[in-house]
């Protein structure tokens, strides 16, 4: 299977996930010889399904496949038309990889793509309670909270479970993951196999709510090559993608 943008395109993957899940549409993406071109191939469907949608306001997540898509972006000759605003839907990550550092990820696309762009300037966890408190108080949250309050796309990664790096998970959730059995996550939510978010009395995470991203009217789930068809599988159960881009070998995989 090559790539498909949504319903009619006689993808039977596609077909499968629209009927099991409810998918609205999204790209099956052809495996490469290797990750880096299977990679590749999941940034351009992902800029070509972006393009597609022809919406203004997106917010997007973090990790390596965003990060390859915001390369891809970069690389670009002319500008990329992807809307007209653009912000993170997570915190500033502390580690070094450049992948997790959601302002410059998206400084780099609103530079590509025209678009306005909206910063966040808090870590992706704070370390307590009252630290949060403190943070949602800030102006600056306030702000971003108003974007994500409009936003029409929502670019989420799915990641596997455990995971590197571990998003500070022992602290936020101590041996909750483990006992229920968490198998991937969407942005920082953990879910299990069946696609329920786990929570936990100590996670200070600062992301988009998950009410919000229930309103966003296109929520966008992005796969690496290496992301596990379990994490794939339990992030289409949670109900919240309405669309998805993922290399054919998850999918396959997934549906089995």
């Known amino acids: 299977p090559g790539e498909a943008e949504g319903p009619g395109q006689g993808d039977p993957w596609l077909d499968r996930l629209q009927d099991c899940f409810g998918i609205q549409g999204g790209a099956v993406v052809e495996n490469g010889p ?40 970069e690389r670009n000759q002319g500008p990329v038309r992807i809307g007209g605003h653009i912000c993170p839907l997570i915190g500033n990550g502390g580690v070094g990889l450049k992948n997790y550092h959601s302002n410059e990820l998206v400084r780099v696309i609103a530079e590509h793509s025209e678009a306005e762009p909206e910063f966040i300037y808090t870590p992706a966890c704070a370390l307590s309670e009252q630290e949060l408190k403190l943070t949602m108080a800030l102006e600056n949250y306030h702000k971003i909270y108003q974007a994500w309050e409009r936003l029409d796309v929502a670019l989420v990664n799915i990641g596997n479970f455990p995971s590197v790096p571990d998003f500070a998970s022992e ?64 992030a289409l159960k949670t109900g919240y993608l309405k669309h998805f881009i993922a290399p054919e070998h998850v999918v396959r995989e997934a549906l089995e």
């Open 34 to 73: 290797n990750d880096l071109a299977t990679n590749n191939a999941v940034a351009n469907a992902a800029l070509k399904l972006l393009a597609g949608l022809k919406q203004d306001r997106l917010g997007i997540g973090w990790g390596h496949i965003i990060g390859d898509l915001t390369a891809r972006i």
């Open 171 to 234: 602290a936020r959730y101590g041996d909750l993951l483990i006992r229920q059995k968490a198998v991937g996550r969407i942005l920082n939510y953990f879910m299990d196999s069946q696609g329920h978010i786990i929570r936990s009395d100590t996670d200070y995470a600062i992301q988009i709510p998950l009410e919000l991203l229930t309103r966003t009217r296109h929520v966008v789930g992005i796969c690496s090559a290496n992301t596990s068809p379990k994490a794939f599988r339990a």
